[in-house]
């Protein structure tokens, strides 16, 4: 205990969470417990149980080799399948597990695309033994978590959204138990198993806590050598496979070497804060659990974010993903000019040099992307490919429309982007119909330099009128929300936003009169 007392003070020197509410509830939570169990007691109450919610300490490795154990054990008992949720990955990221699961990607590809030694940190080697142990003896495995990790005022955002992903779950697989590991501090009663009890009432759900200090030492005082487990209530267990202080000493050795890592620039974070700041602005809920006037779960749809040496492994996805060699080189060549670039097709970004101006409206790209459910992503085709020869009246409308949105969002998040060097009359519909045939018969470079500088016309208008006051954020929002891949809508947006831009400019009846 004296050893422990020692490395506690020196974690509490590096790492001030400790204090927050949140992780004082947990450590209040459980002081004492009912009973003892055995090994084969525990088993017979996860038997029982619908949804087994695991508490991870992520720097122990113990904990998750404790909870493959568990998994496994479940899965011999052969009476139902087997479903595994994991905190470490994000929702978002559930199409490169599942890559992984068909093998379509190595442990590496994984490794490096869920960004586990960026965004998460601690030992590969006893979570990736879980993962395996997930594919060899599961059903499934499905990514639970969402942005912010870093900021303790919305972790109960993540509760329940972590909560909400458990109901999907169980509505894909309703014959399965389903394991959760997630980090310790969730599992305090009024954390996630509330939010899991509240999404799924009619489940059984049980608690499996690791290694909890004041179980620990309570249990130290059991006349039995060694204790395995212990009941702390009904739905509440608490299992033993390391002592404090190896648990507090593997975090120590984490913070010293979180405190000398020396990593090249990483710019995801920067990416999201830019698609986060427009989505606020925008009034978007990034956790929406429903279809509507809110894209479901944005949080989800994140774009990955590849930079140096990881481009070569991004080439190699997009090849995967049948992008064109030639389409690959237009690729290189705009990251060339511009630092950075959108990949609808793989809902990716790469990054090169960091230039606001451009990433910004790449930024904006992706959350109109993701508003229409990411289209491209899912089924291979958008807006840009909807007739032969891309070059229909429809894809002419979808590209004006694509092209404002971008332009309007990257004046938003970088007001000082000058509005474009072009004549800023407004625009008739009759204008634009026009506009559309004669771009239908030009080259294809044509089509895309009149789309381009016709977005841009009425993006920097739309950003006028926001200024002015005419057009607000809600409004906003809709125009990223309304579809552009049917047929006869991209046209419709298109003519709504230019009646909406003519009212916008007309005077009041005080202007005028003044």
């Known amino acids: 205990m004296h050893a422990l007392a020692e490395?506690?003070?020196?974690?509490?020197?590096?790492?001030?969470?400790?204090?927050?509410?949140?992780?004082?509830?947990?450590?209040?939570?459980?002081?004492?417990?009912?009973?003892?169990?055995?090994?084969?007691?525990?088993?017979?109450?996860?038997?029982?149980?619908?949804?087994?919610l695991v508490g991870d300490y992520h720097a122990l490795a113990a904990s998750q080799r404790s909870a493959a154990s568990l998994l496994e054990h479940r899965a011999l008992a052969g009476d139902r399948p087997v479903v595994l949720g994991v905190e470490t990955i994000f929702a978002r990221d559930q199409h490169i597990l599942d890559e992984w699961w068909r093998r379509d990607i190595d442990e590496s590809e994984l490794r490096q695309r869920i960004r586990f030694d960026l965004d998460w940190g601690y030992d590969w080697a006893p979570f990736y033994d879980l993962l395996v142990s997930a594919r060899d003896n599961a059903e499934a495995v499905y990514g639970l978590d969402c942005m912010p990790r870093?900021?303790?005022?919305?972790?109960?955002?993540?509760?329940?959204?972590?909560?909400?992903?458990?109901?999907?779950?169980?509505?894909?697989?309703?014959?399965?138990?389903?394991?959760?590991?997630?980090?310790?501090?969730?599992?305090?009663?009024?954390?996630?198993?509330?939010?899991?009890?509240?999404?799924?009432?009619?489940?059984?759900?049980?608690?499996?806590?690791?290694?909890?200090?004041?179980?620990?030492?309570?249990?130290?005082?059991?006349?039995?050598?060694?204790?395995?487990?212990?009941?702390?209530?009904?739905?509440?267990?608490?299992?033993f496979n390391a002592t404090p202080l190896e648990k507090y000493e593997s975090y120590r050795l984490f913070l010293d070497q979180w405190s000398r890592c020396d990593e090249s620039p990483d710019y995801a974070p920067t990416i999201y804060n830019l698609i986060d700041s427009l989505a606020t602005f925008l009034e978007i809920n990034?956790?929406?659990?429903?279809?509507?006037?809110?894209?479901?779960?944005?949080?989800?749809?994140?774009?990955?974010?590849?930079?140096?040496?990881?481009?070569?492994?991004?080439?190699?996805?997009?090849?995967?993903?049948?992008?064109?060699?030639?389409d690959l080189k237009a690729l290189i060549a705009r990251v060339e000019e511009c630092g950075s670039a959108y990949l609808p097709e793989v809902n990716a970004f790469y990054v090169r040099e960091f230039q606001m101006i451009h990433a910004a409206e790449d930024a904006t790209r992706f959350l109109h992307q993701a508003c229409q459910g990411l289209p491209e992503r899912l089924n291979g085709h958008g807006p840009a490919e909807m007739e032969e020869g891309g070059r229909t009246a429809d894809r002419f409308y979808a590209r004006v429309v694509e092209h404002a949105i971008?332009?309007?969002?990257?004046?938003?998040?970088?007001?000082?982007?000058?509005?474009?060097?072009?004549?800023d009359s407004l625009l008739s519909r009759a204008a634009i119909e026009k506009l559309a045939q004669a771009a239908a018969r030009v080259e294809i470079d044509g089509f895309e330099s009149s789309v381009l500088e016709l977005g841009q016309r009425i993006g920097s208008q739309l950003y006028d009128a926001y200024l002015a006051g005419k057009i607000a954020p809600?409004?906003?929002?809709?125009?990223?929300?309304?579809?552009?891949?049917?047929?006869?809508?991209?046209?419709?947006?298109?003519?709504?936003?230019?009646?909406?831009?003519?009212?916008?400019?007309?005077?009041?009846?005080?202007?005028a009169h003044a």
């Open 7 to 52: 490395v506690e003070r020196e974690i509490r020197a590096q790492d001030s969470h400790g204090r927050r509410k949140y992780l004082r509830e947990f450590n209040q939570a459980f002081r004492t417990y009912e009973s003892v169990l055995t090994g084969e007691e525990v088993q017979s109450a996860l038997r029982a149980a619908d949804v087994i």
């Open 150 to 239: 870093e900021d303790l005022r919305k972790i109960g955002a993540r509760d329940r959204h972590a909560a909400l992903k458990i109901a999907e779950i169980r509505q894909r697989h309703p014959n399965a138990a389903i394991f959760v590991l997630f980090g310790e501090s969730h599992m305090a009663p009024g954390h996630l198993p509330r939010a899991v009890r509240k999404a799924v009432p009619e489940a059984k759900v049980v608690t499996v806590l690791q290694n909890v200090d004041s179980l620990y030492w309570r249990a130290a005082g059991e006349r039995a050598d060694k204790i395995e487990a212990v009941r702390v209530n009904d739905d509440v267990l608490c299992v």
């Open 286 to 326: 990034r956790y929406a659990s429903h279809n509507g006037n809110q894209p479901k779960f944005l949080v989800d749809m994140l774009p990955e974010v590849y930079g140096g040496s990881s481009g070569q492994m991004l080439g190699r996805l997009l090849l995967r993903k049948g992008v064109s060699e030639g």
């Open 406 to 423: 971008a332009f309007f969002g990257s004046r938003v998040l970088y007001p000082s982007r000058p509005a474009p060097a072009v004549d």
């Open 474 to 511: 809600s409004g906003l929002r809709r125009l990223f929300l309304a579809h552009l891949h049917e047929p006869g809508l991209a046209r419709k947006v298109c003519g709504a936003v230019i009646s909406k831009l003519r009212a916008a400019s007309r005077p009041t009846a005080k202007a």
